[in-house]
């Protein structure tokens, strides 16, 4: 099992806060022959509608030496944990979580804000120190 992220538990606060129950702290997904962890699933009952959402969310922290090497592999591992999931659980969407600071400047520039939309990643922001989500982007 891999290691948790430095952000794992203050996501994991931050989801509690914001009313979803964690159902699985590193989600084992297996696809033929390859093995897969992501950090957090969580779901929420929608009470008006009587439905509930599920999500998968993958904890990035961008503590590296470049924004753009990390970004390049949680992009990577978004992108397979997604296509497992159509498979395993398609009813769940992914997420990746980020730093308020990493998406103010570093998610924001023009080329990243185009791969973003691109690939249709959803973002979970959060402020690490009041452990509380500030955006959710679709």
């Known amino acids: 099992m891999p290691a948790k992220d430095i952000f794992h538990n203050t996501v994991k606060t931050a989801l509690e806060k914001d009313k979803w129950t964690i159902t699985d702290e590193h989600l084992f997904i297996q696809v033929e022959d390859i093995d897969f962890y992501i950090d957090l699933t969580a779901e929420r009952i929608l009470a008006a509608e009587?439905?509930?959402?599920?999500?998968?969310?993958?904890?990035?922290?961008?503590?590296?030496?470049?924004?753009?090497?990390?970004?390049?592999?949680?992009?990577?591992?978004?992108?397979?944990?997604?296509?497992?999931?159509?498979?395993?659980?398609?009813?769940?969407?992914?997420?990746?979580?980020?730093?308020?600071?990493?998406?103010?400047?570093?998610?924001?520039?023009k080329f990243i804000q185009r791969i973003i939309g691109e690939y249709q990643l959803k973002l979970l922001i959060f402020n690490p120190e009041r452990e509380e989500i500030v955006i959710w982007r679709d």
């Open 50 to 109: 009587k439905t509930g959402k599920k999500i998968a969310v993958e904890i990035k922290s961008f503590l590296g030496a470049s924004d753009v090497t990390e970004f390049h592999l949680a992009l990577g591992q978004c992108l397979n944990y997604r296509s497992a999931l159509r498979l395993t659980e398609p009813e769940r969407i992914l997420y990746l979580a980020v730093p308020v600071d990493v998406y103010n400047e570093f998610f924001s520039r």
